[in-house]
């Protein structure tokens, strides 16, 4: 089934021939996969990306009687799909006056067939996520750590705008599954002793939040992570790094706003993003230094263990991306605002007194480091590699 469906609106007063004539050679000229539906909409909302095909004036009254059943079928906004021929530009303008007046929202895909191809593109990824969103589980192990005292998250204005659910999970829980869970060594290994020694309770820690995924039915959880230094002596940092790479999106230290930004990332791109924070920036060049103990390891070209930094015990991820195009992304907790900035992974480095995974990156607008130093979103920042800022911005519209 394709993930796209055209549907068309036709008003009877013009010669059906002479339209169809028209529909073919425009549909032919955007050169994109779709289903066409004709003026039956009884699947209308059911495919990632749903067109409405203006074909000709005189169609204002056939929507406005039409929309209640589409309202109750799909709650994308509805996108406009015009040729321009036979008055379906004018159509289509009073057809989204008529839903910004029902405070509905929508959009008119008109112009070049490079132009509307690239929208129908790219609204086809930002629909596919939103539907994906809807409904996600996921899970919050313990509280937000104590330093997080602004990555606060409003819980209903997530389940309104994104349909994610956030659920409450007792640390005391995970920690009775990692006591129950036997210390089996992984696959992975260590020509280090004391990593390799750690190895095992790093493994019991990832057996027994897959198993927390599976029951509470999760699509992601966020862990406060540093609980687990105290309690059983070892780090979550191995067990991040895989889940995310399994496409379970799991994040550190029980940072929400990082937890919903990757979330949103991993609907989009299939991967879930290196959750990190700033640890120098120049805003003179607009190069900055991001450091953290865990990436997924599907993110990585190669990777190395280490201990986690802070400790000193445990496992760490030392992982290195490919150099090149780069995406930073945030949003708030109560999804107002964010951060969508592109930029250049110059160099991995290792240095010894930072979090094991360490990037340089470039942003490729220098003035724009002056969001971190005068109005960011907490610390922590999710980086991707390639330039998506255009569809985070969409789908976030």
């Known amino acids: 089934m394709n993930n796209i469906a055209i549907y068309t609106l036709t008003s009877e007063l013009h010669d059906e021939k002479a339209v169809d004539a028209v529909t073919k050679a425009f549909l032919e000229s955007l050169s994109i996969t779709y289903d066409f539906m004709g003026s039956d909409f009884s699947t209308y909302g059911s495919r990632a990306l ?44 009073e057809i989204l006056s008529y839903l910004q007046q029902m405070q509905l929202k929508g959009e008119i895909l008109h112009g070049t067939p490079s132009y509307i191809v690239r929208r129908i593109s790219l609204l086809e ?18 509280q937000p750590s104590d330093w997080l005292i602004s990555s606060t998250v409003n819980r209903a204005k997530v389940k309104e705008k994104l349909g994610i659910e956030l659920i409450d999970i007792p640390m005391a829980t995970l920690l009775e599954r990692v006591q129950a869970t036997p210390a089996v060594a992984p696959a992975e290994t260590s020509d280090r002793a004391d990593i390799q020694q750690n190895l095992p309770g790093a493994n019991s820690i990832y057996q027994a939040l897959k198993t927390i995924v599976a029951d509470y039915q999760l699509q992601g959880f966020t862990l406060r992570c540093f609980d687990l230094l105290t309690e059983v002596k070892n780090t979550g940092c191995l067990a991040l790094a895989k889940l995310n790479s399994e496409g379970i999106v799991a994040g550190c230290e029980g940072d929400i706003p990082a937890l919903l930004s990757m979330t949103i990332v991993n609907s989009l791109l299939g991967i879930s993003g290196f959750q990190a924070n700033p640890s120098t920036i120049d805003p003179e060049t607009g190069q900055m230094l991001f450091a953290h103990c865990t990436i997924p390891l599907n993110m990585v070209e190669n990777y190395e263990f280490d201990t986690h930094f802070e400790s000193g015990i445990g496992v760490g991820i030392r992982g290195r991306m490919k150099e090149g ?30 979090c094991r995974t360490q990037q340089v990156i470039q942003l490729a607008d220098r003035q724009k480091t002056a969001y971190f130093l005068t109005n960011p979103i907490g610390n922590h920042h999710v980086i991707l590699p390639g330039h998506h800022k255009e569809l985070l911005e969409e789908i976030l519209k």
């Open 325 to 354: 195009p780069v995406t930073l992304f945030k949003v708030s907790g109560d999804l107002s605002r964010h951060f969508a900035e592109e930029g250049l992974l110059v160099k991995n480095q290792a240095e010894c007194d930072l």
């Open 50 to 93: 749903s067109l409405i095909y203006v074909r000709t004036g005189g169609t204002e009254g056939i929507f406005r009687q039409l929309l209640p059943t589409l309202q109750a079928q799909s709650e994308s906004p509805f996108y406009l799909l015009t040729s321009g021929k036979s008055n379906s530009l004018a159509a289509s303008m």
């Open 125 to 142: 990824k930002a629909e596919a996520a939103r539907k994906k969103l809807r409904n996600c589980r996921l899970g919050v192990i313990g």
